[in-house]
């Protein structure tokens, strides 16, 4: 025992004595190499933080060496904040945390390298008026006086912000949309636009001049209309959207792509959310969704892109549920695409939808949910939903909704699509879901649905009788797609949201009439008619 004592007593000293006490940093000198001369921060909205973008350093030396100063070109007054190496700089205003500005005395290891993390929050003003970019650098001072800089560079966009206020004990600002179905008030976190607003001026017409940035939810209020123009840019924030009220309406008066060009969106109306990376791009449930609460008729949509919401469009009653049907809420929706939907693209609740060249994709639960029961007439349009799941559908059609322990149900007037494409990964792109209460003796709720010359992707439904092929009746001069082989509709590119047909549709299904005469792009449909929301491009 005590040679095992006296063994680690020696093992123990030499370890201690063997152990660096402290590395010798010396002033640097050295050509220090970067990840990036330049780093690019992607666009950004006046006043609104970016990401963090990194940038590496490696100390390519033999000598361990200490950075004198590593500082942003424009010191204390940059609107760039950096960490370097985990540390948050010299603390200027003594508010007790570094201001991410200036740093002394930086080391760094011979034959290693450190991290640099970068953001930005800017106002447009402080941007370059020419070009409305934001620049500065990273400066490396040297013991030796030489300086190497990296470049930071990032564009800076003005917009129109409507967010809700905050009272004096900083409580938002909220809005009502009444009780429901267990008299609970409805609220959200927003503000009512205003045609008068001291700041924005007239927040009912919104206009292609500038980006519209909402923060909570805004709402049209009662007895007012939403004019949305040409070209408009709307981003919301997360948890936010539009809310268009009972007696409210909205009119999105997008025009056609020049020349026909799917990806030329200048005259699109497009909403999307608020962080502008390339990152974030096809990012699914950044915002909430536009709620269509409205009753009225003039309701209307136009060449409106929907990007990455929750739910696109929720189109249901404002109060609680199990209201007679005199209440449902109405749209009309033309040339419409709807992409990176976390849960819905569109979903309806007893509602009356009529929509025309419209196209859905990448949706987590459907791309279309007509639920509820309702009144909904869709032609020349293409429902397809390949999201990474074996559980998403295209379109799903159905008369109830549960809700806790409650089961309400209403009449499914109509389903009518004419002239559709339903396309899926999944085996099946549609799902009728009718509900009939067990062991009653009390008539079913109306469940009428009709889909004429329609091509629909149904793998497994040879024992339901609601489906192809067994029932004729529902499904006229449909074509049913057993597999990816049969009927496949050669969409573009699926994983862009490129939708329109590779082949001529007409030549392989030529059931489709003409009934929307000019498709998504304006072009005429005049001859060899195609089904979906796309003329076959030749180009």
Known sequence: MRKLLLFLA????????????????EPSTVQLRFSKDTVYLDTVFTNIGSSTYRLKVYNDSDKD?????????????????????????????????????????????????????????SDVADANPTDYLYTDKIEFRHANNVIQNVDLVTLIQDAIFIYPQRDSQNVYETI?????????????????????????????HWTNQKPYVVYGYAMVPNGKNLVVDAGARVHFHANSGLIVSQTASIQINGGNPPGNDPANLTNEVVFEGDRLEPLYSDVPGQWGAIMMLSELNTNSINHLTIKNATVGLL?????????????????????????????????GRDAQITGSNLVINYCGQASLAATLGGVYNFTHCTFNNNWNSSKQFAVVVGN????????????LTAANFTNCILYSSNQNALKLDKFTPPNSTSPDASFAYQFTNSLIKLNNSSANPLYLPTNTTNFTNCYNATNSQTFNPKFKKITENKLWPTEDLSTSMPAAITVVTLDILNKTRTTNT??????????
Do not use: W
Not at 10 to 25: A, Q
Not at 530 to 539: E, P, R
């Open 530 to 539: 195609n089904i979906g929301a796309y003329q076959f491009i030749t180009n």
């Open 176 to 204: 009502s949309l009444g009780l429901d179905e267990n008299n609970d008030p409805i609220e959200f976190v927003g503000s009512n636009l205003s045609e008068n607003d001291p700041v924005n001026g007239d927040e009912l």
């Open 65 to 121: 060496i200490s950075i004198p100063t590593v500082q942003l070109g424009k010191g204390t007054n940059s609107n760039y904040r950096i960490m370097v190496d985990g540390m948050t700089g010299e603390d200027a205003d003594n508010s007790g945390i570094g201001d991410g500005k200036i740093f002394r005395n930086v080391e760094l290891l011979a034959k290693d390298s450190m991290f640099i993390f970068i953001e930005v929050t």
């Open 10 to 25: 020696l093992i123990s000293g030499i370890l201690l004595t063997s152990c660096r006490d402290d590395f010798e940093f």
């Open 400 to 411: 109830y909704l549960e809700v806790e322990n409650t089961t309400y149900i209403s009449d």
């Open 315 to 347: 189109v249901q009653k404002r109060l609680a549920l199990g209201e007679d049907d005199t209440h449902q809420p109405k749209l009309n929706l033309s040339n419409v695409q709807i992409y990176n939907c976390a849960n819905v693209g569109i979903l």
